[in-house]
């Protein structure tokens, strides 16, 4: 992943770039500046951890599949085992994606798991238990997404490379078997 922001492109998907940042910043901002206004823990709690849940959701739904064309889920088997699937778009799609669209996503997937760790952090610091508890299940919001979409990406590159081993290992046997065929 390039730290730079890819030059001279335009986002592919302007709307969900922006839906994408807005929830993550709604969550945020009512977290930071509900203080402000509110008296009421409850409030608070509530309101961001469900800012958060939307975040959580359209990331895992809807952006996650429209900007790096990747979606993930996790399945309870009979046994009682935890089973991650996942969703990418065929190889040539994925390498169409949109560079800018693809580095807002990963960069502010990262950014906000940061920021509530330093807000976890500040909450530490003030002793204030409640409000850690709101961080923490924001938090815990974040890393699930980050740890689906990076097993999701890291799945994507597999199934690529065992494409590419399959299809050389075919070209191989095909071109051995039309030189055999011919002596």
Known sequence: MDLNQPPGENYANPKTCLFHVLFKAGALAF??????FFDSF??????TVFLAALDFWV????????????????EINDQGES?????SLDQESLA???KKDSWLFWWTLYLTAVAWIFLGIFSLIR????YLLVVGVCLSLSIANIVGFTKCRKDAKKQLQAFATQTIASRMTSTMQSAFSVI
């Open 31 to 36: 977290y930071i500046l509900s203080a402000l």
């Open 42 to 47: 409850v409030i608070i709690f509530v309101v």
């Open 59 to 74: 990331v895992k739904n809807v952006s996650g599949r429209i900007l790096v064309g990747l979606r993930w889920w996790n």
């Open 83 to 87: 089973i991650w699937k996942f969703e």
């Open 96 to 98: 169409r994606m949109n």
């Open 127 to 130: 002793f204030q238990a409640d």
